[in-house]
């Protein structure tokens, strides 16, 4: 099982860009984004549970980001609208094997870079 993110690049503020990421293999309930900026610790950015419908993002995002699925299950989406330079980070997406549990499904990280 792989996923495969696409979609990151430059980007000045205030601008938008769209994540993608498609799993290989076979569907997940529950998908979500992570990222990573420069010398900081991983993040949770936002979580997308197909039966249930639940979605939850981080705080820092709200109101500016919005996560998607495609119906199939095998696919998460990000629309990132109103960037900021402090979103610039490694974004990642990931999934969970068993709905509940960890996230152990990692993509490979796509690079987001807002300019001032």
């Known amino acids: 099982v792989q996923l495969q993110a696409s979609g990151g690049g430059l980007v000045q503020a205030g601008g938008s860009l769209r994540l993608s990421c498609a799993a290989s293999?076979?569907?997940?309930?529950?998908m979500g984004w992570f990222r990573q900026a420069p010398g900081k610790e991983r993040e949770f950015v936002a979580s997308?549970?197909?039966?249930?419908?639940?979605?939850y993002y981080a705080d820092s995002v709200k109101g500016r980001f919005t996560i998607s699925r495609n119906n199939a299950g095998d696919s998460v989406y990000l629309q990132m609208d109103s960037l900021k330079p402090e979103d610039t980070a490694v974004y990642f997406c990931?999934?969970?094997?068993?709905?509940?549990?960890?996230?152990?499904?990692w993509g490979q990280g796509t690079q987001v870079t807002v300019s001032s």
């Open positions: 997308n549970t197909v039966t249930s419908g639940m979605i």
């Open positions: 990931a999934a969970q094997r068993r709905t509940g549990r960890v996230y152990d499904v």
């Open positions: 293999g076979r569907t997940f309930n529950v």
